[in-house]
């Protein structure tokens, strides 16, 4: 499974962006996608999943504004991002697995397949 993320850039806070993770090689609308982000000298964080095509996990460091949502008819799992704050801005990655258990969503080692990462800039 190759992940192609795209729909970073740069906006201003309070805005909304969509984050996009394409998946290419064979459907799976029955395999986990995360989103990850890291910041600059900081470590990669969870901030959405939706196992097995299922059930969303939002962390609630994004609660409220973060959505996860997939169209399983174009192999694409979004990432909403409202409200969005200056902290934010991170090197957004998704990653997606077909052997992940529920409990294990927010934890990076679970993912064989991740995306090449795509910026998002929030200005204050």
């Known amino acids: 499974v190759q992940l192609q993320a795209s729909g970073g850039g740069l906006v201003q806070a309070g805005g909304s962006l969509r984050l996009s993770c394409v998946a290419a090689g064979r459907a799976f609308s029955t395999y986990t996608v995360a989103w990850f982000r890291e910041a600059p000298g900081k470590e990669r964080e969870f901030v959405g999943a939706?196992?097995?095509?299922?059930?969303?996990t939002i962390p609630d460091s994004v609660k409220g504004r973060f959505t996860i949502s997939r169209d399983n008819a174009k192999n694409t799992v979004y990432l909403q991002m409202n409200s969005l704050r200056p902290e934010d801005t991170a090197v957004y990655y998704c990653a997606a697995s077909s052997t992940m258990i529920r409990s294990n969503v927010a934890s990076q080692t679970g993912y064989a397949y991740w995306g090449q990462g795509t910026q998002v800039t929030v200005s204050s």
């Open positions: 939706n196992f097995r095509g299922q059930y969303p």
